[in-house]
């Protein structure tokens, strides 16, 4: 697992600039190259193919309902040659087909296409309510600049609250100052929180 500390500084110059290097830099921190990824999201393939990357003896779980996602992360991984490090579900990510120690959602809808075609609050809420049941770390990326992704984002919120610290770590992370900036969860087994006793 690479120090969390060298990841930041290896992004500084990034790193509160752009929402997707702070995520990829938590990403970067946990993983190890023989883990299993589930990007529940797939959309066009970037963060599938960036985790491809991270975990060379491992495997990346690949999953959209839209036929023209599917189809686009391929091309994006196969002209990388990482073909053989990915397998794609064209299904709602609901219900998963396999288990992994990091499941990734980048919610919304697929850029350029049928804005109708989005994730919803609740199917997500099941869908992390079923990841939470075997993953060591979560990322939500919610964008609540338009109103299905304000309704995610609260719902998710809500949730979190709900999560024992004994058991789970939540981060919130938003950008006030930018309008209409996305938000990300980052949601992580606490190791051992139950054996600390006050002094």
């Given at each position: 697992?690479?120090?969390?500390?060298?990841?930041?500084?290896?992004?500084?110059?990034?790193?509160?600039?752009?929402?997707?290097?702070?995520?990829?830099?938590?990403?970067?921190?946990?993983?190890?190259?023989?883990?299993?990824?589930?990007?529940?999201?797939?959309?066009?393939?970037?963060d599938t193919l960036f985790?491809?990357?991270?975990?060379?003896?491992?495997?990346?779980?690949?999953?959209?309902?839209?036929?023209?996602?599917?189809?686009?992360?391929?091309?994006?991984?196969?002209?990388?040659?990482?073909?053989?490090?990915?397998?794609?579900?064209?299904?709602?990510?609901?219900?998963?087909?396999?288990?992994?120690?990091?499941?990734?959602?980048?919610?919304?809808?697929?850029?350029?296409?049928?804005?109708?075609?989005?994730?919803?609050?609740?199917?997500?809420?099941?869908?992390?309510?079923?990841?939470?049941?075997?993953?060591?770390?979560?990322?939500?990326?919610?964008?609540?600049?338009?109103?299905?992704?304000?309704?995610?984002?609260?719902?998710?919120?809500?949730?979190?609250?709900?999560?024992?610290?004994?058991?789970?770590?939540?981060?919130?992370?938003?950008?006030p100052n930018r309008t209409?900036?996305?938000?990300?969860?980052?949601?992580?087994?606490?190791?051992?929180?139950?054996?600390?006793?006050?002094?």
């Amino acid at each position: 697992m690479q120090n969390s500390s060298a990841v930041f500084q290896e992004n500084a110059t990034f790193f509160w600039q752009s929402v997707r290097v702070f995520t990829q830099c938590l990403w970067k921190s946990f993983l190890q190259k023989n883990m299993q990824v589930i990007d529940a999201t797939c959309g066009r393939g970037k963060d599938t193919l960036f985790l491809a990357k991270k975990v060379p003896l491992g495997r990346v779980y690949a999953y959209d309902i839209q036929e023209k996602a599917i189809s686009e992360t391929k091309e994006r991984i196969t002209r990388e040659g990482l073909e053989k490090r990915v397998s794609f579900f064209q299904k709602s990510h609901t219900h998963f087909l396999q288990t992994a120690d990091l499941v990734v959602y980048n919610l919304g809808y697929l850029p350029g296409s049928d804005k109708r075609i989005c994730t919803r609050g609740k199917d997500v809420l099941i869908s992390v309510q079923e990841a939470m049941k075997f993953a060591k770390a979560l990322s939500i990326t919610c964008y609540p600049g338009h109103e299905e992704g304000a309704e995610e984002e609260r719902l998710i919120g809500r949730y979190c609250q709900t999560l024992s610290p004994k058991e789970w770590t939540v981060s919130h992370h938003t950008w006030p100052n930018r309008t209409l900036c996305p938000s990300l969860f980052w949601i992580t087994k606490t190791p051992g929180l139950d054996r600390v006793r006050p002094s």
